[in-house]
Structures are given as C-alpha cells and as structure tokens.
C-alpha cells in the first residue's frame, strides 16, 4: 500500500486479516455464544437452521436475493415469528460481516415486518391476579407465583435464585437477581411477601435454588415454572394464554397505576431503557380524548 506524504512516496507492509472462524459453523457457534439465555440461543439456531436449508449455500455466497426470498416464503407465519426469523438472520450475517467473515452485510437493507404491540392483550387485571394467587395452596408454587408478581421477574431470573441472593431487612427483605445481558439488580420485597418467600425454605443452605423440585431437590426449570402458572390461571378459570411473562407486564402496569415513580419501575424490572417501560403506561392509559366525546 503506497502513501503520499508531502510529495514522497512511502511504501508500508498490508497488515494481515486475522481469521475469526475456520467454518460457516464454527462462525455461527461464535454468534450463538453471544447470547445468555438459553431459550434464545435453542430459537436462533432453529431459525439459522431453517435458513441455511432454504439457500443450500455457504455465508460467503449469500446474497441480499437469498435474503428476501427466504423473508417470502414466511409470509404464511405470524408477523411476531416472521420478525424473529428474519432478525436472527439478519444478525448472523450483521455479525460475520463485522468480524470480515462475509464481504458484505447482506442482510442490512432487508426490513422485518413492523408487528402491532399486542402488549395491552396480555396485562391481566389487579382482581385476576390476586384471584388466581388465592387460589394456589402449594406453599412453594404460592411463594413462586407471588415473587413472579410482586418482584417482576423473568423466568429465567426465578429459577436462578439460591438462598444466598436473599437478604433480611427488618421485617421485610430483598434479593439480589442476575438479569438479561448479564446486569445484577437488587429488588426490594414488602413484609408480606418476604413472610411467603422465607416460610418455604425448610433449612436449605446458601447454595440451594429457592424454588427446588419435589422429587430431585434440583432448581426448577423454566418448563416447570410454565406449568404452575398454567395450572394455576386454569384454576382461576382465567385464559389460556396466560404464562410466566404476563404476571411480569401485571407488575408493570399495576405498579405504574399505583402512582410508582416510572424509573423505579424501570429499575426494579430492569429495563435497559425507560422507553420499555413507559410502553404499560401507553398500554392501560388513564384517560382518553374518546371519553370526552357524546357519540
């Protein structure tokens, strides 16, 4: 490579690409690696899967064609799915070409589908909630349903609690959670629901998971945890559709209608940007220029 430098010409030496992956797969396992939970990485490669069988080619080959046509043949799916499909490609190939891997970011100038934010379909009401935690008379389950609710956790972060993560304060407690992106919050937990949380632990030590499984002792799964608030909105006789995450937006929305400051919310839930979090307040908003009309 020649530079002029005030009229001279100085010759220095290519500076050599360092290989980051021997493999489309070995590119691809380096991508997966990038994201904690589980759950995501078990999607991503389904979807990666799904892709890389429609073009039959190598990533170096892939071109923005491949890209859309794969995108067409979605289009019988449901614009939340298509999203995902397509933002798992489109990242894959965003990231190989970061790395030099790929010449081009093929994917770059393919848009997702905008998705209509179906968030208000999926806060339950503050006497649902509080009808279907009456109803679970499981010590355990009862303890995980209200912790879900009263802390606004994910199931991830649930099933990763051990003993050691909990603290006494006065008559209440608090406990400390390891969140998405690798980000540590502490959430405080009001008298009554502390009194739930401490009654199940029967001499577990530190090391122990708080919500463990009858018959192994080990720390439930996310499956698991599925399945308790499943059973217990069947028993409420509430929807079907109700899971995990849905008693995470309750805790949101009823905190928020409570009057608590919209940053706290935003910490306790740990919302990377208050954006996400003003979203319930636009999801059950208070009132409407609709209501002032006579028609």
Same mark, same amino acid.
């Given at each position: 490579?020649?530079?002029?430098?005030?009229?001279? !010409?100085?010759?220095?030496?290519?500076?050599?690409?360092?290989?980051?992956?021997?493999?489309?797969?070995?590119?691809?396992?380096?991508?997966?690696?990038?994201?904690?939970?589980?759950?995501?990485? $078990?999607?991503?490669?389904?979807?990666?899967?799904?892709?890389?069988?429609?073009?039959?080619?190598?990533?170096?080959?892939? $071109?923005?064609?491949?890209?859309?046509?794969? =995108?067409?043949?979605?289009?019988?799916?449901?614009?939340?799915?298509?999203?995902? &499909?397509?933002?798992?490609? /489109?990242?894959?190939?965003?990231?190989?070409?970061?790395?030099?891997?790929?010449?081009?970011?093929?994917?770059? #100038?393919?848009?997702?589908?905008? %998705? /209509?934010?179906?968030?208000?379909?999926? %806060?339950?009401?503050?006497?649902?909630?509080?009808?279907?935690?009456? *109803?679970? &008379?499981?010590?355990?389950? =009862?303890?995980?349903?209200?912790?879900?609710?009263?802390?606004?956790?994910?199931?991830?972060? #649930?099933?990763? *609690?051990?003993?050691?993560?909990?603290?006494?304060?006065?008559?209440?407690?608090? %406990? $400390?959670?390891?969140?998405?992106?690798? /980000?540590?919050?502490?959430?405080?937990?009001?008298?009554?629901?502390?009194?739930? !949380?401490?009654?199940?632990?029967?001499?577990?030590? @530190?090391?122990?998971?708080?919500?463990?499984?009858?018959?192994?002792?080990?720390?439930?799964? @996310?499956?698991?945890?599925?399945?308790?608030?499943?059973? =217990?909105?069947?028993?409420? /006789?509430? @929807?079907?559709?109700?899971?995990?995450?849905?008693?995470?937006?309750?805790?949101?929305?009823?905190?928020?209608?409570?009057?608590?400051?919209?940053?706290?919310?935003?910490?306790? *839930?740990?919302?990377?940007?208050?954006?996400?979090?003003?979203?319930?307040?636009?999801? &059950? @908003?208070?009132?409407?220029?609709?209501?002032? *009309?006579?028609?």
């Amino acid at each position: 490579m020649d530079i002029i430098i005030s009229g001279a !010409v100085e010759t220095i030496a290519a500076v050599p690409v360092v290989q980051q992956a021997s493999s489309d797969e070995d590119m691809i396992a380096r991508w997966i690696g990038r994201y904690r939970s589980a759950a995501t990485r $078990t999607g991503y490669r389904i979807d990666i899967r799904a892709f890389r069988g429609f073009t039959d080619k190598p990533l170096r080959a892939i $071109t923005v064609g491949d890209v859309q046509d794969f =995108a067409a043949t979605l289009a019988h799916l449901a614009p939340p799915t298509i999203a995902r &499909r397509l933002s798992a490609v /489109k990242s894959l190939l965003g990231f190989s070409h970061r790395l030099g891997y790929i010449p081009f970011d093929v994917g770059g #100038v393919v848009e997702t589908p905008h %998705i /209509k934010d179906a968030l208000a379909e999926r %806060i339950m009401t503050e006497s649902d909630v509080q009808h279907m935690l009456r *109803l679970e &008379r499981h010590p355990r389950n =009862a303890a995980l349903l209200r912790l879900i609710y009263g802390a606004g956790l994910r199931v991830s972060e #649930v099933c990763g *609690l051990r003993w050691r993560d909990t603290v006494t304060r006065d008559d209440a407690g608090q %406990i $400390t959670v390891f969140g998405k992106g690798g /980000k540590t919050r502490v959430i405080l937990l009001p008298a009554a629901l502390w009194t739930h !949380v401490v009654a199940i632990r029967n001499g577990a030590g @530190p090391d122990d998971p708080l919500f463990r499984s009858r018959k192994k002792g080990r720390a439930l799964v @996310p499956m698991q945890v599925h399945r308790i608030v499943k059973n =217990a909105a069947q028993r409420a /006789k509430l @929807p079907v559709s109700i899971s995990t995450h849905w008693l995470r937006h309750a805790h949101a929305s009823h905190a928020l209608d409570r009057g608590a400051p919209v940053h706290v919310v935003q910490t306790t *839930l740990g919302h990377a940007s208050l954006t996400t979090t003003t979203r319930y307040s636009h999801a &059950r @908003p208070g009132d409407s220029s609709a209501k002032y *009309l006579t028609a």
